[in-house]
């Protein structure tokens, strides 16, 4: 009997009573592309398929028994109270049963099974994951990756070499659905910023191996491995390829971070990057952290588009599959956009023309950081933010002086923010054309997304609201009607590189529908 026949015979006994020791009454059969699971209520079976892929190798029984003795043993570091051991499945008195004396047919992994409805995945779907749950994770987490193996073996798996392999075997594994599932435009817009980054940023990689951080992981950290009973209990880590559990922290927790994305909270997903940083103290994990989670988002993409063509998934299963791999995609494609490279959105105009109004809804919107002249300004000389200065045209603290010593500032604050990989509204005049030349070059420095915004409205329009402004309490701004045709006779115009990335906006318009408007524009530049 070959290897495909004799698990057939061993998954329908699965499903029949008779075959476990105390003859449950309910049996539920879920699958993957590469296991079984069989619920019994107190327990849950796991019998691997006997598949050959390129990154394992399950095809014979003896491989099956080393694999399943290897997945008990590194999930029993998380979760030493759910990995019971391996049980036999035996040939008795002519059928299989579970634990019996005869021939040996097929090794399952036993554990307890976990209450179903206090799932993680479940759980998002309900609304009812908690920042506590998040805390509580990382909690378990940040021990769990200073006791984890680490040594010269596993900081191999952090070489640039590596992850260049892997990120390449996902791209040729894909490859066959790119035009079908994957927008060829995307596809090669991924591709091509993995590989930008990963020459960009290999002394960083360098860096993370020297300081420790590549350790033996979890390597399968999102919430579908996740159960929240009264402590997390985290399972079902990678057993079958060394490559794909040894890696970065960072990497190991964007699984997790991505995950929540995914289900629509980007709230925990930034609490659970947060809390990590604070606790850990790892100071460059924010600039590798986008990398790892566009990567992660494209491992996804990548496993639902083959369990979209495997025999052993019926259509429907199929469709859904194709629905989450091209979700997937698109999530790490947006992940190339702003977190592998952030952007950086320039505000810019004349006083009055509704910058500060349109930079706060572009950070309502997105929760980019805010770096504003006018508050910058006053915090480099020591007054309160709020407090009315009124001075000559470009004197006092508008000297040109003080000017050039707050966009340095500025540009120094978005520098360290975006080498976080953290994207940057910067709010002002921007009247220099030398001022807009030195934020493209930043921009090319930290692989940034730069977009000029020149905000405009007629003068009517301005003149009313510097007039309304007067009695206005709150605003930053010390910009008066009588200064305006000052600063408009000396704004520098817009020429050279700046003219092929600037976008005149007509701030008549309410603030939140511009916002859609360009966060939309911009998002199609690459399709």
């Known amino acids: ?169 996902n791209f040729q594994e894909t490859r066959p659905f790119v035009g079908d599932l994957f927008s060829t435009r995307r596809f090669e817009t991924i591709v091509q910023r993995t590989r930008s980054f990963l020459e960009a940023e290999k002394f960083l990689f360098q860096k993370r191996i020297q300081e420790g951080y590549i350790r033996e992981g979890h390597g399968d950290l999102h919430s579908g491995n996740i159960c929240l009973d009264k402590t997390p209990k985290i399972y079902d880590c990678i057993e079958f390829n060394s490559r794909f559990r040894c890696g970065d922290v960072a990497g190991d927790l964007a699984f997790l971070a991505m995950d929540l994305d995914f ?65 997937y995609f698109d999530l790490a494609y947006a992940y190339t956009q702003e977190k592998l490279f952030p952007n950086l959105w320039v505000v810019m105009g004349l006083m009055g023309s509704g910058k500060s109004t349109l930079a706060r809804a572009i950070s309502q919107a997105t929760g980019w950081t805010i770096i504003s002249s006018d508050a910058s300004r006053k915090a480099l000389l020591g007054i309160r933010p709020q407090a009315r200065v009124e001075v000559p045209f470009e004197k006092g603290i508008y000297a040109p002086k003080v000017s050039a010593r707050t966009y340095r500032h500025m540009r120094n604050q978005a520098q360290r923010l975006l080498r976080q990989g953290r994207s940057v509204i910067l709010d002002g005049s921007y009247k220099r054309q030398e001022e807009r030349l030195a934020l493209i ?49 000396d704004f520098d115009p817009l020429s050279g590189p700046v003219l092929s990335l600037v976008r005149t906006v007509s701030t008549l318009k309410p603030a939140k529908r511009l916002v859609q408007t360009l966060l939309s524009e911009f998002g199609r530049t690459d399709d």
Not at 91 to 101: A, C, F, N, V
Not at 465 to 487: A, I
């Open 441 to 489: 070059r930043l921009a090319r420095q930290t692989g940034a997304h730069i977009r000029f915004l020149y905000c405009s409205a007629p003068e009517e329009v301005i003149r009313k609201r510097l007039e309304n402004r007067k009695h206005q309490k709150g605003v930053f701004s010390d910009g008066r009607w009588e200064l305006f045709h000052q600063q408009k006779e």
């Open 1 to 169: 009997m070959d290897e495909s026949a004799r698990q057939d015979l061993v998954l329908q006994a699965m499903n029949r009573p008779e075959t476990y020791p105390d003859r449950p009454q309910k049996i539920i059969h879920l699958q993957t592309y590469i296991s079984h699971i069989f619920l019994t209520g107190r327990r849950a079976y796991k019998i691997k398929k006997p598949v050959t892929l390129d990154f394992l190798n399950f095809s014979t029984l003896a491989r099956r028994r080393y694999y399943c003795q290897k997945e008990v043993a590194l999930n029993r570091r998380l979760a030493p109270e759910i990995y019971l051991g391996v049980s036999r499945i035996t040939w008795d008195q002519g059928r299989p049963i579970i634990g019996g004396k005869g021939p040996i047919l097929e090794y399952a992994v036993t554990m307890a099974e976990m209450p179903q409805e206090r799932m993680m995945n479940r759980l998002l779907k309900e609304g009812k994951v908690t920042p506590r749950d998040i805390r509580d994770l990382v909690r378990i987490l940040v021990p769990f990756y200073r006791r984890a193996a680490g040594g010269k073996a596993v900081a191999a798996f952090g070489r640039i070499e590596v992850l260049r392999k892997n990120t390449e075997e």
């Open 263 to 327: 289900h629509g909270r980007p709230d925990l997903a930034r609490l659970l990057r947060d809390e990590y940083v604070h606790w850990s103290g790892d100071r460059d994990f924010l600039r590798i952290f986008g990398f790892y989670l566009s990567y992660r988002a494209y491992v996804r993409a990548k496993v639902h588009a083959l369990a979209s063509v495997s025999p052993e998934w019926t259509e429907k299963e199929k469709r859904a599959a194709r629905r989450l791999a091209r979700r």
